[in-house]
């Protein structure tokens, strides 16, 4: 309608989940179906500026979307399309939100923020409580919980824990990190750019149940590590939150875009 009227609009769209991602609700329920694909193609050429949060959700939508892949393509997606921006993600209203529940009196507390879902390996969590019985762990999401209940909950926690088989971002970690909370990622999808190496763990661990139970004891270990020296992390864990709320949770990058017209 726009170019109908001769009137100039200039779109942005933000990306953050599609079927292109088969670890997704979408890409499990409605995988590569031409039509859903064709839409989400359309959509992409209909924006001025695509933007996403991180380069992993860029090369994922590439490969996903534009049939991006080194050997055919020469550079990055960046430079086969000039739309595709990496902007983070306008949520620095998360750090004033949760400032009050910050410097909480911290217990031997372990969360699982996700949603119960088969990307986020909730078994592997519960294994886990299993084997450390010493500990509390809570599966946020079969408690009906107020968001101000769940804000307190990671205000407790010493640790936020993920064996995420999906994740273009994550939001969870950002806001447990905010109140102290440590994390517990997977070296693999957005955290390996975004967590310090503190805060990783190799990917193989956990890529599905069996390799978890074959490096469960390893697991296990750096759990209650973290838990047992969690003193001991505080310097890296201001670092990570720094290098979050800079590089991921801030609108800064997106805003200028738009004001600068691309």
């Not at 009137?7 to 979408?26: C, E, K, N, T």
């Not at 534009?66 to 990055?76: C, P, Q, R, V, Y």
């Not at 804000?151 to 970690?173: M, P, R, Y």
Request: proline residues 3%.
């Amino acid at each position: 309608m726009a170019e109908l009227l001769s009137v100039d609009v200039r779109i942005g769209g933000m990306w953050h989940a599609g079927s292109y991602d088969l670890q997704d609700f979408l890409g499990r329920l409605i995988g590569d179906a031409p039509w859903v694909r064709s839409a989400e193609h359309s959509m992409f050429s209909c924006y001025d500026d695509n933007f996403y949060a991180t380069d992993f959700h860029v090369d994922l939508f590439a490969r996903g979307v534009l049939d991006w892949n080194e050997e055919d393509w020469t550079g990055t997606p960046y430079e086969a399309n000039s739309t595709i921006q990496r902007v983070g993600w306008p949520m620095e209203y998360l750090k004033d939100t949760l400032t009050q529940y910050k410097g909480m009196e911290k217990r031997n507390l372990i969360l699982f923020p996700h949603r119960v879902a088969p990307e986020k390996q909730v078994d592997i969590f519960r294994d886990l409580a299993e084997q450390l019985p010493e500990y509390e762990f809570v599966v946020c999401q079969e408690r009906s919980l107020t968001k101000n209940e769940y804000h307190n909950l990671l205000g407790e926690a010493k640790l936020v824990f993920s064996a995420n088989l999906q994740e273009t971002l994550g939001i969870s970690w950002y806001e447990g990190a905010l109140v102290d909370a440590i994390p517990m990622v997977p070296d693999r999808l957005s955290y390996t750019e975004m967590a310090l190496s503190e805060f990783k763990y190799p990917s193989a661990w956990t890529e599905d149940f069996a390799s978890y139970r074959q490096h469960r004891h390893e697991v296990v270990a750096q759990v209650r590590e973290y838990i047992e020296r969690y003193d001991d992390f505080a310097v890296a864990l201001e670092k990570q939150r720094t290098k979050l709320t800079r590089e991921f949770f801030s609108g800064a990058a997106l805003y200028e875009a738009i004001a600068n017209g691309r």
